[in-house]
């Protein structure tokens, strides 16, 4: 395992004890003296903040960036996708849980430099890096080095995101990221807080101020039946993409199935995909997307 001290800008310190207080996501995690925050990947050593899965990823795969899903950046064009480890979020029907929240340790970790990743990007011929399969915030020292070099390289940089990022991460994530494709799980603030364990607040303004900082944005929200499938929550969505975004900005439906915490569900109903895109095309949305079908 490799450990990186985190940049003091990004922790505050307790002046009483050794316990400090992470600024990396939006959970604000307060950690012990031997502790870890809620993403597992940040401990408290001696009252510093290191990051123990520095270099370490789970996956890499050249991938069409259409899968991310993206389809209005770069089109037909090939994105070297890199995935970690952890989450700052607890969905109970994560699609990806096994590197998320169930890998136990990093002995299936692949260790790998900056400038491999940039160098395996050039040879796949892609023409990006896309950070995902995980939840890339919570590796922002390893992401924006990494993404630097790429940059350096004309490669464009991708995050796939839940979206929720700290002030300060956002902020510098925007100085590296190009394109962004934020999960937007819900509009209920109730199912934020059940079924994700996060604020549904945060992502809304973290939306916001992506995409008024002029970046490429894209939506993705996975329906799930009886959770957020209903009519109202799917027009209050598109509600906001159009009156607080824009209408150019894609929007993704994508079907869930039983999988991790919630393996008792049944498939996302179809007719509920096309009735979502057709209420989508109505309010004014230009470019909508279904997934999973």
Same mark, same amino acid.
């Given at each position: 395992?490799?450990?990186?001290?985190?940049?003091?800008?990004?922790?505050?310190?307790? %002046?009483?004890?050794?316990?400090? #207080?992470?600024?990396?996501?939006?959970?604000?995690?307060?950690?012990?003296?031997?502790?870890?925050?809620?993403?597992?990947?940040?401990?408290?050593?001696?009252?510093?903040?290191?990051?123990? &899965?520095? /270099?370490?990823?789970?996956?890499? %795969?050249?991938?069409?960036?259409?899968?991310?899903? *993206?389809?209005?950046?770069?089109?037909?064009?090939?994105?070297?996708?890199? /995935?970690?480890? /952890?989450?700052?979020? %607890?969905?109970?029907?994560?699609?990806?849980?096994?590197?998320?929240?169930?890998?136990?340790?990093?002995?299936? /970790?692949?260790?790998?430099?900056?400038?491999?990743?940039?160098?395996?990007?050039?040879?796949? $011929?892609?023409? %990006?890096?896309?950070?995902?399969?995980?939840?890339?915030?919570?590796? *922002?020292?390893?992401? #924006?080095?990494?993404?630097?070099?790429?940059?350096?390289?004309?490669?464009?940089?991708?995050?796939? &995101?839940?979206?929720?990022? &700290?002030?300060? &991460?956002?902020?510098?994530?925007?100085?590296?990221?190009?394109?962004?494709?934020?999960?937007?799980?819900?509009?209920?603030?109730?199912?934020?807080?059940?079924?994700?364990?996060?604020?549904?607040?945060?992502?809304?303004?973290?939306?916001?101020?992506?995409?008024?900082?002029?970046?490429?944005?894209?939506?993705?929200?996975?329906?799930?039946?009886?959770?957020?499938?209903?009519?109202?929550?799917?027009?209050?969505?598109?509600?906001?993409?159009?009156?607080? *975004?824009?209408?150019?900005?894609?929007?993704?439906?994508?079907?869930?199935?039983?999988?991790?915490?919630? $393996?008792?569900?049944?498939?996302?109903?179809?007719?509920?995909?096309?009735?979502?895109?057709?209420?989508?095309?109505?309010?004014?949305?230009?470019?909508?997307?279904?997934?999973?079908?």
């Amino acid at each position: 395992m490799s450990t990186m001290l985190v940049s003091n800008d990004l922790y505050k310190k307790s %002046s009483k004890t050794q316990k400090i #207080r992470c600024e990396i996501c939006a959970n604000y995690c307060k950690i012990d003296e031997g502790n870890v925050g809620i993403c597992h990947q940040h401990k408290n050593i001696n009252g510093e903040l290191f990051d123990e &899965s520095y /270099g370490i990823v789970s996956s890499l %795969s050249p991938d069409p960036i259409e899968k991310k899903p *993206l389809n209005k950046f770069l089109p037909h064009t090939s994105t070297y996708s890199i /995935g970690g480890f /952890g989450c700052n979020m %607890s969905c109970l029907h994560c699609q990806n849980y096994i590197i998320s929240h169930e890998y136990g340790n990093y002995s299936r /970790g692949i260790k790998i430099t900056p400038e491999e990743i940039v160098e395996n990007a050039i040879n796949y $011929n892609c023409k %990006s890096i896309a950070w995902t399969y995980n939840e890339p915030t919570i590796h *922002l020292l390893f992401n #924006r080095k990494t993404s630097l070099l790429a940059k350096q390289k004309n490669l464009k940089v991708i995050y796939v &995101s839940n979206g929720y990022f &700290s002030e300060k &991460s956002l902020e510098e994530v925007l100085c590296f990221v190009d394109a962004f494709n934020i999960d937007l799980k819900s509009m209920s603030s109730n199912f934020y807080k059940k079924v994700c364990g996060a604020d549904l607040d945060i992502v809304l303004d973290n939306l916001k101020r992506i995409y008024f900082e002029n970046k490429h944005l894209e939506i993705t929200n996975l329906i799930i039946n009886e959770f957020n499938d209903f009519i109202d929550e799917i027009t209050q969505l598109c509600d906001f993409v159009v009156n607080e *975004l824009g209408p150019e900005v894609p929007l993704h439906f994508s079907r869930a199935f039983p999988y991790y915490k919630m $393996n008792d569900i049944s498939p996302t109903n179809t007719e509920t995909l096309f009735k979502a895109k057709e209420i989508a095309l109505k309010k004014g949305i230009q470019n909508v997307y279904l997934g999973n079908i």
